[in-house]
Antibody, heavy 121, light 107 residues
């Protein structure tokens, strides 16, 4: 049973870079043919997929983020990370990391609890 | 990008009644469609994948159907714990996309 846990600053200043890390336990990031994902949810709104990464480094991103998002993986720490540059108030949201439970499928069976990120000076 | 739409936006149902939620994709996603339930302050929970397969531990009152562009989630007899927001998600193509959600509330 995988467990995922997000960590990172809860407050980011406008125009700066948001950085979050997801720590995976109960399984190995490099031992599964999964794309590990980041999803966000602005307060009171719906879910938005940000991007996903395979342990070998392949990535896919939501084009609506206009190349501001970068996802990386550290297999030695069993973690994957999100950086979102040039943040504005529109980037304030609960950020979830998530993973599938079936190889090569991209629905999300395991989720972190989510971390609230506020954008304010 | 595949656009997902859901209807209705809000569904008011009495406990014990049947609820039928719809999800439509702007182009075919085959059967690569998932349904999630989300309660306030919680992460989404996967209910259905492959359009019709219940995820582990999901009660049999939840069922999914459809393929291509039209999908349905049915809750056969609503329990108090089922009042929540439900999202569909396609995973047939990148970028992955979610529908806007249907809120199921108590009538």
């Amino acid at each position: 049973q995988l467990q995922l846990q997000e960590s990172g600053p809860g407050l980011v200043k406008p125009s700066e870079t948001l950085s979050l890390t997801c720590t995976v336990s109960g399984g190995s990031i490099s031992g599964s043919n999964y794309f590990w994902g980041w999803i966000r949810q602005p307060p009171g709104k719906g879910l938005e997929w940000i991007g996903s990464i395979y342990y070998a480094g392949s990535t896919y991103y939501n084009p609506s983020l206009k190349s501001r998002a970068t996802i990386s993986v550290d297999t030695s720490k069993n973690q994957f990370s999100l950086k979102l540059s040039s943040v504005t108030a529109a980037d304030a949201a609960v950020y979830f990391c998530a993973s599938p439970s079936r190889q090569w499928e991209n629905d999300f069976d395991y989720w972190g609890q989510g971390t609230l990120v506020t954008v304010s000076s | 990008e595949i656009v997902m739409t859901q209807s209705p936006a809000t569904l008011s149902v009495s406990p014990g009644e049947r609820a039928t939620l719809s999800c439509r994709a702007s182009q075919s996603v085959s059967s690569s469609l998932a349904w999630y339930q989300q309660k306030p302050g919680q992460a989404p929970r996967l209910l259905i994948y492959g359009a019709s397969t219940r995820a582990t531990g999901i009660p049999a009152r939840f069922s999914g159907s459809g393929s291509g562009t039209e999908f349905t989630l049915t809750i056969s007899s609503l329990q108090s714990e089922d009042f929540a927001v439900y999202y569909c998600q396609q995973y047939n193509n990148w970028p992955l996309t979610f529908g806007p959600g249907t809120k199921v509330d108590i009538k």
